[in-house]
């Protein structure tokens, strides 16, 4: 799972502000189709074994919530920033992809 650090930064690169549990979820893979459509029309739906170990592994990097003291047990409701050493890796790629673009 290691490998997949670099994907879940690439979620942060546009809006390194705040990413959504159901944009992590839907762009990482780690729900299907049907899922997905659960949730959207609010009918039963539960974390799958798959995203929970996602984010119980990505803890270290991701802050729940950040501004909140609250936090859903279900993953896809809460919102995610990155923890401070994690959003100086973003503000540094960015710069250097400023500077290879341009």
Known sequence: MEERINDLLELFYN???LVTGRD???KMGLANKEY???YDIRSYYDNT???SEFFEYFRHILVIN???DTMSPIWINNNYGLRPKWYRVIQREIKLR???DS
């Open 15 to 17: 809006d390194f502000e």
């Open 24 to 26: 992590i979820i839907e």
């Open 36 to 38: 997905l459509q659960a």
């Open 49 to 51: 074994s798959e995203i």
């Open 66 to 68: 950040p501004g909140y």
């Open 98 to 100: 400023t500077l290879l």
